[in-house]
């Protein structure tokens, strides 16, 4: 991502070599797309990468089918075959019943999905998506991208994805390449962007980010200990609080799932009565997924702390408490 002229687009089509480069190399499964062969190139085009563009760059006159078929079509696969790859592309962007439907009679988010579409017909190992969603409202630009991002979790793709729009590319990017004046200025995972910025223009850059959207449970947990088996008695869960100067304590199962959760206070009379774990403790636990945003985060954190974070299989991965998020949050002045 960058400002308009930081060369993002004129990068991408580097890849592809829609610009030819002036110099270095484009190493795709260790074969030079700089340096092949007009054939080479077409084959790398046809099989290996595919393009979506900012402007849809449809075929008007021909219908949804078609124009996702166009792809096959110029790779010589037959009618019987080419149809059902790209009817399975149009349902997999959402835009089954619309095969037969002319491009022009689409809105502008159905029209960006047909040209997904086409990219995805032909099976690519990249998607080169030149500020694909630039060109729509900004609600189904919103739509537009959690649609790619579930695209991406269900097919594994590698996507390079240009943009301008510093939100967007935190949407999006697993790793972001900030460009300035034709050079890379930073690239890194959002949060690396956000926390370390590589130069004065990278902190400009983004100065004033919603910090809240961008971190998630998981940079702000703390490791997931102490915590005292379901197995154990009020004894050893007032020793560990003690030892570790906190005041509640997690209750686990061998499998590592959470349990309930004790204070010192029903650890003390529970140790004095002679019950147990399990007869005293509150299985009013919060749990969040490690992937959470901190703005879904503070509203739960403020009504229940501390809070266990725990992945898909159940496992206590983290423990969140006020105090780590408010110190994620805190901006060092410079």
Do not use: W
């Given at each position: ?328 949050l805190a901006i060092e002045e410079v």
């Amino acid at each position: 991502m960058g400002l308009s002229g930081s060369g993002k687009s004129t990068l991408l089509r580097c890849i592809n070599r829609l610009i030819e480069p002036t110099d270095g190399h484009v190493l795709l499964d260790g074969d030079d797309v700089a340096t092949a062969t007009a054939e080479e190139l077409r084959e790398m085009r046809r099989k290996k990468m595919g393009m979506v563009f900012q402007n849809f760059a449809l075929i008007p006159h021909r219908t949804v089918l078609d124009n996702v078929a166009y792809g096959l079509e110029i790779q010589g696969v037959s009618k019987d075959e080419r149809y059902p790859k790209a009817e399975e592309a149009i349902e997999t962007v959402g835009l089954k019943g619309y095969e037969e439907s002319k491009t022009s009679q689409l809105s502008g988010g159905m029209q960006q999905r047909v040209g997904l579409a086409r990219a995805l017909a032909t099976d690519p190992d990249i998607l080169l998506m030149d500020e694909a969603f630039s060109a729509l409202d900004p609600l189904i630009r919103s739509e537009m991208q959690d649609e790619l991002l579930a695209l991406e979790d269900k097919m594994q793709k590698t996507i390079v994805f240009v943009s301008h729009d510093l939100d967007e590319a935190l949407k999006l990017g697993d790793r972001i390449m900030i460009m300035n004046d034709g050079k890379i200025a930073q690239i890194g995972t959002a949060e690396e962007i956000l926390t370390e910025p590589a130069d004065d223009y990278v902190s400009k850059f983004v100065a004033g980010v919603d910090r809240t959207k961008i971190f998630t449970a998981e940079a702000v947990m703390k490791r997931a200990e102490p915590v005292v088996s379901i197995n154990s008695g009020p004894k050893v869960a007032l020793q560990l609080m003690r030892e570790h100067g906190i005041s509640s304590i997690f209750v686990v199962n061998r499998e590592k799932h959470v349990e309930g959760i004790i204070t010192v206070d029903d650890a003390l009379g529970a140790s004095k009565e002679g019950k147990t774990l399990r007869d005293i403790m509150s299985d009013d636990v919060t749990t969040i997924h490690p992937d959470t945003p901190l703005n879904e985060l503070i509203p739960v954190i403020e009504n229940s702390s501390p809070l266990a974070v725990t992945r898909d299989d159940g496992k206590l991965t983290g423990i969140i408490v006020r105090g780590s998020v408010l110190g994620a949050l805190a901006i060092e002045e410079v």
